[in-house]
Each structure stands twice: as C-alpha cells, then as structure tokens.
C-alpha cells in the first residue's frame, strides 16, 4: 500500500474519531433540488455549505401538520458528477444506536432479557468484571468499557486493509486490553464497546445475528425499504451519496476530494453500520417516538437518561438536548465521509433529518450548526430567521459523541 493511500485511510479513521479537519477551498456545484418558498432560508443554507467545501448535504423537515420539506445541494457523487436528491442513502453512523437499543428493549419486552442481567451472565468470559455490569449501562454508556475506536493499534489494522472483516469478539478484545475507565455506574463514557457487546447479547439471546433482528423487528413492518445493515459488504446499494474526505489537512497530500464510500463495515458492526435514508429515518423515530415499537413502560425506560449537563441527556440509545426552539430526541452518527443527524419531538410528530457527504471542517462546522439550529426551529415551526448557531451539537459529535 503506498503512502497516499495509507495517509488518506489515517485521515478517514481519525476524521470518524474527532469529527474535525482542516479547512478545504474546494466545493461542488449546487446542484438541482426540490425548492419551497416557505424554507427558502434553509435552501440557502444548504447551497452555502456546498459553497464552502461540503460535496453534497440533504435536509428533510417535518413541523407536523402539512407535508415535510425536503431539499439538497451538491453531488451525490464528483467523478462523473452525479446530482443530489433528498432520497440519497447515507452511511448513518452512530444512529445505529438507536435501532439496536429497540431490538434490545423488545426483547426486555418479550421476557427474554433483562436490563439488569449482568454481561456474563450472557457472554460468560469475555469481559473482564461482566459480572459488575449490566445492559443497562452498555445502552447508556455507564460501563466504563474502553471504547475499542479510541485504540491506536485498531486504527493501524483498518489503515492497513480498509477492507479486512473484524470480528466482534476482536473489536471486544481490543477494548478490554485497556483497563476500565471507571467503576461501572459511577461516571458516563461514550464507547462504542458497549454497543458491539449489545450485538453479541442479541444474537445469544435469539440465536440469529443483529441484521437478521433488525430486519424483522424494524425494517420490514416499518416499511423502511431503503435501510439495510450490512455486515461486511464495502458497497452501498442503489441510489447513493458518496462519502468524501476534502483536502487542505496534512494527512492527505492531494488538492482534490477523496472518496472514501468503499470501506469493511464490520469494524463499525452494532455500533455503526447501519445505512439508510432520511425518509426512513423520520419514519423510524415517528414509529418509535409515537409508541408503535415499544410499550409505554419500555419507552420510558428508553427516554429516561443519564443528564450530563443542564441540556444533555443520554438514556438507552437515543439523546435529548435543550434548545433555544424546544427540547429534541435523537442521536447523530459519524463515519468516514457521512455526517447524519436525526432530531424529533418527544411525540415523534415533528421530524429533522440533515445528511452531509463529508465530515465537518473548520469551514463547514460553524455553517452545519447555523443550520441544524434552523432546521430545530423550522421543525417546531418557530420563527428560524433569527436562529442563532448551536456549537453543541456538532461539537458534541466530536467530543462525547465518537
């Protein structure tokens, strides 16, 4: 492997860590997109994303009595170029989360399961102390589970051969080689160890694997034809945006966009592989927000969260934040190349899906969180004109978030 791309495939991984790079001067033209004057402020904001470096950015906004806005700007893919519609199908990253956590609560439901049973009682040996914790607090990152992403020996291994298959059991291995971060219960830490662990209690528990699960569970009576999780295919069926790292960063010595769509998702498994579509996202947070997934009891159990800080929760795979328009239910998820954030009501009625084809730069982050805030407000349909930018949120992916 030559040094460019093992330089380039750094970038990738180290871009899904932090949720930053450096600034870029390239951008892709504007390209067609479903314009309605009511949100033709958050148009603009969209084509100035491509503007600033962004290949390609989709919204779609549902304030809850008409019909849901949709719009894009930029590419779905550079070379040939190739335009963006809002139906596009993103890698989804860390939303992910969210899907597994209901398989998980379903099976709470089902009597098969339970939120206090410890981790050996389920994967006997495979976590130092298991006996100590429980699903609960893999769900809402109360562990102290290392997070297997944060190993740099695991970042040379994805370098080397983008395209190798991890094992869970593997991705589990590198976490416990580092000692806990702390008791469990006691503190909270993002790790996406604890969803991997997830995983392989689901597929104890069912004896099927995690996509077969979310298949039956989620996907098919959702009617959600366009969100698939694969297990080890690099390749993104259909209609699709292509992910892309932008030059300006040492790492990537080129002055082009490189595209970085191809990529072994198994390294990702329960914590981040899912792929999907914003209709489908806002179809899946209805359904589960409005209590067609999950049993009042179990949802409660779900909504209830460990509170970090005045204005962020984190509770069984989904997070709520304050904000200046209401308060939002969600998650947000960070790949090499996609950047997806997914935000509801507490009822699910009103709905925001916001998808871009690269991750955050010194130059797009700022203008991403202006426009989230005025996606926030369009989806309670408050006046967005004075939306001000909301820095938690995309600093939030990058720093608790990862």
């Not at 939120?115 to 699903?135: C, K, M, T, Y």
């Not at 020996?153 to 051969?161: F, G, K, P, Q, R």
């Not at 934040?321 to 090499?336: E, F, L, N």
């Not at 935000?343 to 010194?362: E, H």
Request: hydrophobic share 45%.
């Amino acid at each position: 492997m030559t040094r460019t791309v093992r330089s380039i495939l750094f970038t990738a991984v180290l871009v899904m860590l932090v949720g930053l790079i450096a600034p870029s001067s390239v951008s892709a033209a504007p390209a067609p997109a479903e314009r309605q004057p009511e949100n033709a402020r958050l148009q603009a904001l969209l084509d100035e994303l491509v503007a600033t470096g962004a290949p390609g950015v989709l919204a779609l906004v549902d304030d809850g009595p008409g019909p849901a806005w949709r719009g894009a700007s930029g590419a779905a893919q550079l070379d040939p170029l190739v335009p963006l519609r809002p139906s596009a199908r993103f890698r989804v990253g860390s939303i992910t989360k969210t899907f597994v956590s209901v398989v998980v609560l379903q099976l709470v439901g089902e009597g098969r399961l339970r939120l206090d049973d410890s981790v050996e009682r389920w994967l006997p040996g495979l976590v130092p102390g298991g006996h100590a914790i429980n699903v609960r607090q893999l769900l809402n990152h109360t562990s102290g589970i290392f997070n297997y992403t944060d190993d740099p020996e695991l970042l040379n291994a994805v370098i080397a051969d983008p395209l190798r298959t991890f094992t869970p059991e593997q991705l589990v291995a590198v976490a416990t080689a580092h000692p806990p971060l702390f008791e469990p219960g006691t503190s909270w830490s993002y790790s996406n160890t604890n969803y991997i662990l997830t995983g392989l209690i689901i597929r104890t528990v069912t004896g099927r694997g995690v996509q077969a699960e979310l298949q039956r569970r989620i996907f098919t009576p959702l009617g959600l034809r366009d969100t698939s999780f694969p297990v080890t295919d690099p390749d993104i069926a259909g209609y699709h945006a292509h992910g892309y790292l932008l030059p300006g960063n040492p790492f990537i010595p080129t002055d082009v966009p490189i595209d970085v769509t191809r990529i072994n998702p198994s390294w990702a498994w329960a914590a981040g592989a899912v792929i999907s579509t914003a209709d489908d996202l806002a179809r899946f947070y209805r359904a589960l927000l409005g209590g067609r997934l999950l049993r009042p009891a179990l949802l409660r159990e779900m909504l209830t969260t460990v509170q970090l800080d005045p204005v962020f929760g984190y509770g069984l795979g989904i997070f709520s934040m304050r904000t200046a328009c209401g308060t939002i239910w969600g998650h947000d998820g960070g790949v090499p190349g996609y950047v997806t954030f997914a935000f509801n009501n507490r009822q699910g009625t009103r709905n925001l899906v916001l998808m871009m084809s690269t991750n955050p730069d010194a130059q797009t982050g700022p203008l991403l969180d202006l426009t989230l805030s005025t996606a926030v407000c369009e989806m309670f349909d408050q006046d967005a004109s004075h939306a001000a930018p909301m820095p938690t949120q995309v600093t939030r992916a990058a720093a608790l978030l990862r």
